[in-house]
Nanobody, 113 residues
Framework: QVQLVESGGGLVQPGGSLRLSCSAS??????MGWYRQAPGKQRELVAL???????NYGDSVKGRFTISRDNAKNAVYLQMNSLMPEDTAVYYC?????????WGQGTQVTVSS
């Protein structure tokens, strides 16, 4: 049974930083990453990282967020810098297997003064 456990969300002031972590168990994954969903908006890509090391970033976070992965631990991390109020959302960890996407329960990130 696949399980994704997220941590690291919280409240931060504009311009601040947060680091999200996600640990996966129960399978091996060719890609892991993060999506986010703000109230009234569709879920959108934040960042993905493949087992090869390749990455994809959403346009709104390029240059501010950095994704990394520990393949041995099946863990993925998201370093978020220069946070803005528009980054406020629930952040969901995702892990991709052949024929299936798995999701964590989400962690709230709130950027506010």
């Amino acid at each position: 049974q696949v399980q994704l456990v997220e941590s690291g969300g919280g409240l931060v002031q504009p311009g601040g930083s947060l680091r999200l972590s996600c640990s996966a168990s129960g399978s091996t994954f060719y890609a892991m990453g993060w999506y986010r969903q703000a109230p009234g908006k569709q879920r959108e890509l934040v960042a993905l990282i493949f087992s090869s090391g390749g990455t994809n970033y959403g346009d709104s976070v390029k240059g501010r967020f950095t994704i990394s992965r520990d393949n041995a631990k099946n863990a993925v991390y998201l370093q978020m810098n220069s946070l803005m109020p528009e980054d406020t959302a629930v952040y969901y960890c995702t892990a991709r297997r052949i024929g299936s996407n798995d999701w964590g329960q989400g962690t709230q990130v709130t950027v506010s003064s």
